[in-house]
């Protein structure tokens, strides 16, 4: 509870004693590009082989005649649109983002460049953490939708090419009963999970104190902790929207 409350606080130090808004614009479009412009090959080719192992999966659990081969793709469809595309993302990004914000943040800690922009007046949370907070709120959405074109085209390649679904089959199920409510979902899931992912890695990383080997160790508690903040996150959405 403890850490949970300076969590909070450490939140509300970012709108506090602020930079004017140019220098966040500058900063939050830098951190865009790190963030979602050097995910993009991760998340391409991950979103693109769990879309071909989910339609092989489904076709080899769909095994009786009265079930229609198109049921493949609308399976592959709902699952990634509903859970793939934005959680399984999120969790691969709270790898690779979350461990970097955390890992720059406790280098400038201990190498006492936050202090430095403390001693200059400046409020570094809100300096340091505030853009990178926006930028993954504006980029995680992005990949969230890339990763669910991908995931689904994936699917397609894979069962056309293997003749697990015919391309009409396989285009008439992600047709088929779609619910665009799903989409507004998994958007909402992808903001969600951005920001537990960009303040939970700031907050660890802000907060380290020693050495190399602390700054390691914030690292690793930072992606753990937002991979377990996605899950819990992620049922507290579906029970709210659904």
């Known amino acids: 509870m403890r850490s949970l409350g300076k969590y909070v606080i450490f939140i509300g130090t970012l709108f506090k004693k602020m930079e004017t808004l140019g220098t966040y614009v500058k900063r939050t479009l830098d951190e865009a590009i790190v963030i979602g412009i050097n995910s993009l090959v991760l998340v ?3 979103s693109t082989f769990i879309g071909a192992v989910t339609t092989v999966q489904t076709a080899e659990n769909l095994v009786s005649p009265f079930i229609q081969d198109f049921i493949i793709s609308t399976v592959v469809r709902d699952m990634t649109v509903f859970e793939l595309a934005p959680t399984i993302t999120s969790i691969v990004l709270a790898g690779k983002v979350g461990s970097s914000i955390a890992g720059e943040l406790g280098t400038m800690r201990i190498t ?3 202090d430095a922009l403390e001693v200059m007046g400046i ?3 809100s300096y340091l953490v505030l853009p990178k907070i926006v930028a993954a709120m504006l980029m995680f959405p992005m990949l969230c939708v890339l990763a669910g074109f991908l995931s689904i085209y994936g699917g397609f390649l894979v069962g056309t090419l293997t003749n697990i679904v ?3 089959d396989y285009v008439y199920g992600l047709r088929f009963d779609f619910r ?3 989409i507004f979902i998994a958007l909402v899931k992808s903001l969600v999970f951005a920001f537990l992912v960009s303040s939970i890695a700031s907050y660890k990383g802000f907060f380290t104190k020693g050495g190399a080997l602390e700054v390691g160790q914030a690292s690793t ?4 902790n937002s991979c377990i903040a996605i899950l819990l996150a992620d049922y507290m959405v579906v029970e709210i929207l659904l």
């Open 112 to 114: 006492e460049q936050v």
């Open 44 to 46: 391409t080719i991950v």
């Open 180 to 182: 665009q409510y799903f």
């Open 123 to 125: 409020n570094s949370a």
């Open 221 to 224: 508690s930072a992606v753990t």
């Open 166 to 168: 015919s391309g009409e």
